[in-house]
């Protein structure tokens, strides 16, 4: 069964780190592209990051840009996002979805706040 599993969002104040893990199970994240989306309270979808097969080119929203960094660890077939200097409206439930095959994570709530 193809699967994608998020991990690593809570709570944090303004100006702090978290990191965001997907999970893969199923397939070879390796040899696809996957993509972190986020969806506000009251706001549709908006894409945040993705990277290319084989640890490819990687894209940024404006609104995320040297901040967030995605990443791939192969030898644990997991994609992370990496966000430091997290703002308020940063507040989301993030997913990650693999785009070959159409299929989407649970989402993970990430909630800035002081």
């Known amino acids: 069964q193809l699967q994608l599993v998020e991990s690593g969002g809570g709570l944090v104040q303004p100006g702090g780190s978290l990191r965001l893990s997907c999970a893969a199970s199923?397939?070879?994240?390796?040899?696809?592209?996957i993509g972190w989306f986020r969806q506000a309270p009251g706001k549709a979808r908006e894409g945040v990051s993705c990277i290319g097969s084989s640890g490819g080119t990687t894209h940024y929203a404006e609104s995320v840009k040297g901040r967030f960094t995605i990443s791939r660890d192969n030898a644990k077939n997991t994609v992370y996002l990496q966000m430091n200097t997290l703002k308020p409206e940063d507040t989301a439930v993030y997913y990650c979805?693999?785009?070959?095959?159409?299929?989407w994570g649970q989402g993970t709530l990430v909630t800035v706040s002081s």
């Open positions: 979805y693999a785009p070959t095959f159409g299929i």
């Open positions: 199923g397939f070879t994240l390796d040899y696809y592209a």
